[in-house]
T-cell receptor, first 114, second 114 residues
Framework: GDSVTQMEGPVTLSEEAFLTINCTYTATGYPSLFWYVQYPGEGLQLLLKATKADDKGSNKGFEATYRKETTSFHLEKGSVQVSDSAVYFCALIPPSGSARQLTFGSGTQLTVLP | DTAVSQTPKYLVTQMGNDKSIKCEQNLGHDTMYWYKQDSKKFLKIMFSYNNKELIINETVPNRFSPKSPDKAHLNLHINSLELGDSAVYFC?????????????FGSGTRLTVV
């Protein structure tokens, strides 16, 4: 079945450091790919998405590129802030089928220190 | 405000009790979901309804029963609560072409069974 694998956390960085959170997926065809963010005590918010190969999703300084050849959707940010501390989830929706459920990776806890 | 709203936000109850969590969305979406997030932040789909019809029912104890009176509401009723049911439960919704849109999540209900 479809699955998403994320790098294990927790990840701790200093403010203004470069962030990469790795995400790879297993799916048939071309799924849609998403990054969600969960701030402490809150629900999940859509951070960015890409729906076809080579698309780049971007939002709030975060970017991720849909790489079909490596089945990856790594999240990057050039300079993190303390306010970016949260749990980040990579997710996919398969391209077809009657039940197109959103399947999540295990989440990566990011802590940014001042 | 347009949103997915869940009530209650916190629920503390004793083992053996029966409880319900309510979810409403005013986004005009056709499909609604319940997800369970465990203590390690792992998210797993429980149920999905499309226009009041059940389309996904993952391996969930039959003590859990979803009810959708209309396409804007999806409630979750839990009978004979157990310690292992303690988790955060998220409601979500999406339009029919959700593979391009992604899901909108509620802020979660933290259930604690004592």
């Amino acid at each position: 079945g479809d699955s998403v694998t994320q790098m294990e956390g927790p990840v701790t960085l200093s403010e203004e450091a470069f962030l990469t959170i790795n995400c790879t997926y297993t799916a048939t065809g071309y799924p849609s790919l998403f990054w969600y963010v969960q701030y402490p005590g809150e629900g999940l918010q859509l951070l960015l998405k890409a729906t076809k190969a080579d698309d780049k999703g971007s939002n709030k300084g975060f970017e991720a590129t849909y790489r079909k050849e490596t089945t990856s959707f790594h999240l990057e940010k050039g300079s993190v802030q303390v306010s970016d501390s949260a749990v980040y989830f990579c997710a996919l929706i398969p391209p077809s089928g009657s039940a197109r459920q959103l399947t999540f990776g295990s989440g990566t806890q990011l802590t940014v220190l001042p | 405000d347009t949103a997915v709203s869940q009530t209650p936000k916190y629920l503390v109850t004793q083992m053996g009790n029966d409880k319900s969590i309510k979810c409403e969305q005013n986004l005009g979406h056709d499909t609604m979901y319940w997800y369970k997030q465990d203590s390690k932040k792992f998210l797993k789909i429980m149920f999905s309804y499309n226009n009041k019809e059940l389309i996904i029912n993952e391996t969930v104890p039959n003590r859990f029963s979803p009810k959708s009176p209309d396409k804007a509401h999806l409630n979750l009723h839990i009978n004979s609560l157990e310690l292992g049911d303690s988790a955060v439960y998220f409601c979500a919704s999406t339009p029919s072409d959700g593979n391009n849109y992604g899901y909108t999540f509620g802020s979660g209900t933290r259930l604690t069974v004592v």
